[in-house]
């Protein structure tokens, strides 16, 4: 197919490639921090039930919305409120957040250890206390880990409605 073809590809076949864009970058945002993961995903799930609608995949989207906003909210406040109920400080928040970006060029290894290390620098320079700081890094990434784990699942489940719909559209109506 050239260039100008895709011009004219039916309305379903152009939002099903849309969606599955969406559905890769939802992916890459599960561990990428600041990117929405599951938030992108659903939108390439919310493509899929214009690009074929039928009842199954609007029910089960709706249903959808309600896991990514809980696992969205819970991605920004478990990780603050766990690592205060530990008694973490700000710095410990923001360094998990720096260690995990810092992370990224070193995966795999550098999603678990980044994250970690950036928690206890954090802390250890707010309290000067090492055994203090590595309580509240292991429970920080413990949050992280959770987190990335509940957006990676969402994420999955969203791939396969979309996939489930495509093979519908395409296959079986």
Same mark, same amino acid.
């Given at each position: 197919?050239?260039? +100008?073809? /895709? ?13 599955a864009v969406l559905n890769a970058v939802g992916f890459a945002g599960t561990f990428i921090p600041g990117l929405p993961g599951p938030p992108l995903s659903f939108v390439g799930l919310v493509l899929c039930c214009f690009a074929a609608p039928n009842p199954v995949i609007i029910v089960l989207t709706v ?8 696992? !969205? ?5 478990? +990780? ?16 998990? @957040? ?9 995966? +795999? /290894?550098?999603?678990?250890?980044? +994250? ?10 707010? !309290? ?11 429970? !920080? ?6 987190? !990335?784990?509940?957006?990676?699942? @969402? ?19």
């Amino acid at each position: 197919m050239s260039f +100008p073809d /895709i011009f004219n590809m039916a309305t379903p076949d152009l939002l099903f490639i849309i969606a599955a864009v969406l559905n890769a970058v939802g992916f890459a945002g599960t561990f990428i921090p600041g990117l929405p993961g599951p938030p992108l995903s659903f939108v390439g799930l919310v493509l899929c039930c214009f690009a074929a609608p039928n009842p199954v995949i609007i029910v089960l989207t709706v249903i959808m919305f309600l896991f990514v906003v809980a696992v !969205t909210v819970l991605d920004f406040v478990v +990780p603050g409120w766990l690592t205060n109920k530990v008694g973490g400080c700000k710095k410990a928040v923001w360094g998990a @957040t720096l260690g995990l970006f810092v992370g990224l060029f070193y995966a +795999p /290894i550098g999603l678990i250890a980044g +994250p970690f290390v950036g928690a206890f620098l954090g802390e250890y320079t707010n !309290t000067k206390k090492w055994k203090d700081s590595l309580k509240v890094a292991a429970y !920080t990434l413990l949050s992280v880990v959770v987190g !990335t784990v509940f957006k990676l699942v @969402t994420c999955i489940a969203i791939l396969l409605m979309c996939g489930g719909n495509a093979i519908w559209y395409y296959f079986i109506k």
